[in-house]
């Protein structure tokens, strides 16, 4: 059973059976386009569960005066410094042109990975594969070339409520952050 507290936005949800404790993810627009991830944590009390709330925009994005295939560079390069490698680089915009679309922007994704946080991410919960490799997007946009990131941290908190994979995607979201910057 959910109820809205119209004067606040405390939600009140009632557990059957009851826990100790809940978690709960909700993502939504914030009416800019952007998505806008909500982690909900809370206790348990009288088999109702009142909640704290954590926003979080789930993109990270910057603008640089680079063009695209300039910033594409500097971005691969950058990965290194971290200890980061490109796995592969995407040309969306020759892909699509290739299979009878004409995309007007240009538009670079290249997934990156760095192994070791992988390797302690995959061998604590092989299932979170699905959120591996990070990507990184360049992209044209209203004749600005963009740089961004979903972020690991809001990604990862919907996949999964552990403080071990959240502190990794955590880390690896500041080395990434630190990449676009030092790239635009």
């Known amino acids: 059973m959910r109820r809205q507290d119209a004067t606040s936005s405390r939600v009140v949800l009632s557990r059957n059976p009851p826990s100790k404790t809940a978690d709960f993810v909700w993502s939504g627009s914030d009416g800019g386009g952007d998505i806008v991830h909500l982690a909900l944590a809370g206790i348990r009390h ?22 695209p295939a300039q910033a594409v560079s500097d971005l691969q390069e950058s990965v290194k410094q971290y200890k980061f490698g490109v796995l592969h680089s995407y040309n969306l915009k020759e892909t699509l042109a290739g299979k009878g679309f004409e995309l007007p922007h240009e538009c670079h994704i290249l997934e990156v990975c760095n192994p070791q946080q992988a390797f302690h991410v995959l061998t604590a919960d092989i299932g979170m594969n699905v959120a591996l490799p990070c990507r990184l997007s360049v992209y044209e946009e209203a004749g600005v070339t963009k740089i961004g990131m979903i972020r690991p941290a ?18 690896v979201e500041k080395q990434m952050i630190r990449i676009i910057d030092d790239t635009k």
């Open 46 to 67: 009288d088999n109702q569960v009142s909640f704290t709330t954590t926003a979080m925009n789930t993109r990270y994005v910057v603008e640089t005066g680079k063009s």
């Open 154 to 171: 809001a990604l990862f908190s919907l996949l999964s409520q552990r403080d071990d994979l959240r502190l990794i995607a955590e880390e």
